[in-house]
């Protein structure tokens, strides 16, 4: 039995969970409006991992005409919330997405699989992805522990960035930009 089921998303979306609507609300709103700033009009959004579909819910409310795609490996989360079954370890899709959304995802698969997941996040991105996964450094320091699944694995700031910076560059807060996707930062708007 897979541990995506009824209880965890009712464990971390119950109420006092990792984040909600109204955090998602700011969240969202930011990263569109900076994909903006930097003369990207989303027109298509790929959610990877969405669980309860927060995003994507805001995408519909907010911006109905952006065609997004969203997608979970917990097939409880895609029949209760409606995406697509992708484990993104193993799926590449055929596209691209001007955005793309990891958010909490990617502590959960093993090391093998986390780097496959990134490299096919970088496929599948044309310009901008929005990434949030939480650190040792984090879990040792930053996390609230109980709101947030600890059984997951660790892995330091630098083992993602070796692998995130072959495609992106940081931007910072949770955004990186494609290599080769058309946008430029000034040298102080990005990380190194
Ligand atoms: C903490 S929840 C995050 C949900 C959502 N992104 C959010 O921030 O509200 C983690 C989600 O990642 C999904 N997930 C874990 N491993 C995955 C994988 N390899 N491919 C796709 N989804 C995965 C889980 O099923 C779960 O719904």
Redesign the pocket.
């Known amino acids: 039995m ?1 541990r ?1 089921e009824a209880d ?2 009712d464990r ?2 119950g109420g006092d969970g ?2 909600d609507r109204a955090k ?1 609300d700011h969240l969202a709103t930011a990263v569109h409006e900076m994909c903006a700033w930097w003369e990207v009009e989303p027109t298509s959004v790929l ?9 994507r819910d805001w995408y519909r409310e907010n911006h109905p005409s952006v065609k997004v795609t969203s ?4 097939e409880y ?1 895609c029949e209760e919330f409606g995406h697509e079954h ?6 590449r899709p055929r596209g691209r997405y001007d955005l793309v ?5 990617l502590q ?2 093993s090391r093998p ?1 986390v780097e496959a ?1 990134i490299d096919n996040i970088a496929a599948a991105c044309r310009h901008v992805l929005y990434l ?1 996964v939480p650190t040792t450094s984090d879990f040792d320091s930053v996390v609230d522990i109980g709101a947030t ?1 600890m059984a997951v694995h660790r892995r330091s700031g630098d083992w993602y960035r070796r692998r995130l910076n072959q495609h992106f560059t940081q931007a910072g807060a949770g955004l990186w930009v494609r290599n080769g996707g058309g946008v430029v930062l000034y040298e102080l708007e990005r990380t190194r």
């Open positions: 897979s995506f965890y998303y971390f979306y990792v984040h998602i959610d990877v991992g969405a669980g309860p579909g927060l995003w997608t979970d490996i917990s989360a992708r484990d993104i370890s193993r799926w959304i990891c958010h909490g995802v959960y698969p699989d997941a949030e699944d």
